[in-house]
């Protein structure tokens, strides 16, 4: 009788997987490479299959295959920011952040491909995937803030702010993953309140939800925590007031 073999038997990946994989390999190229310079075959030989294969999968080439990439990385992106209208603000922040900031950590190369899209490949389509993951985070945000029609002053200070988190995120990749993701995350929750507490000064759409937001926090919260160590520097000010 004829023995078994010991080895695993091939299993086809769906079409889905397939695609999955393809779209991961190319993430990971085009996040260390200019798009210019990685070739179909880079890719094919990234995932382990052939040139056709990937010609199967994107007839368009190249150019279909990275704006699938980046919109894969960006359709995981848009849903960071989505929370339930309940809490304190800077809870619902902070969790938001969290799942965003988990994406940033685990996918790095997928991130650092979007974020490089609109810059790198001068194309109205990839412009308007990195575009549509800003706008979706800045409507998420001012959801959270209650505000139906926001002024152009308070989508300025919204739309700074997620410009920051991109900012810091990169700068801290390359910074070999330091500070901590859990500081990190406070940082950015403070520089939100830090920057719409300074637009409130200013516009009154924006110190109304000031106004909203402060009084759902508690003093063991964030809020609490950055004014207790806020007040102590810019205590001796009073001669400005």
């Known amino acids: 009788m004829t023995s078994q073999a010991s080895t695993p038997a091939y299993r086809r990946l769906s079409v889905e997987e397939r695609r999955s994989q393809l779209l991961d390999a190319a993430l990971s190229l085009f996040a260390h490479r200019a798009p210019e310079e990685v070739s179909l075959d880079d890719v094919a030989e990234a995932a382990g299959v052939s040139r056709p294969l990937v010609y199967r999968y994107f007839p368009g080439g190249k150019q279909q295959l990275y704006e699938a990439a980046l919109r894969s990385a960006a359709e995981e992106l848009e849903q960071c920011f989505a929370e339930p209208p309940e809490g304190p603000l800077t809870r619902r922040l902070s969790r938001a952040l969290d799942r965003y900031l988990a994406f940033v950590d685990q996918h790095d190369a997928g991130f650092s ?21 800003r706008r979706a985070a800045a409507q998420h945000i001012l959801s959270h803030l209650e505000v139906a029609e926001p002024g152009p002053r308070l989508r300025m200070t919204v739309r700074m702010w997620i410009t920051a988190v991109e900012a810091a995120s990169l700068i801290w990749l390359d910074e070999d993953k330091e500070p901590p993701l859990d500081e990190l995350r ?33 003093a063991d919260g964030p809020v609490g925590s950055l004014v207790r160590r806020v007040l102590p520097v810019v205590g001796d000010a009073a001669h400005l007031l």
């Open 113 to 133: 491909a979007l974020l490089q899209g609109g810059s790198v490949v001068e194309t109205s389509r990839t412009t308007a995937i990195v575009d549509g993951v």
């Open 186 to 218: 406070d940082w950015l929750v403070e520089q939100f309140v830090a920057v719409l507490t300074a637009s409130a000064g200013r516009d009154p759409q924006a110190a109304a939800v000031v106004r909203a937001a402060l009084a759902l926090e508690s």
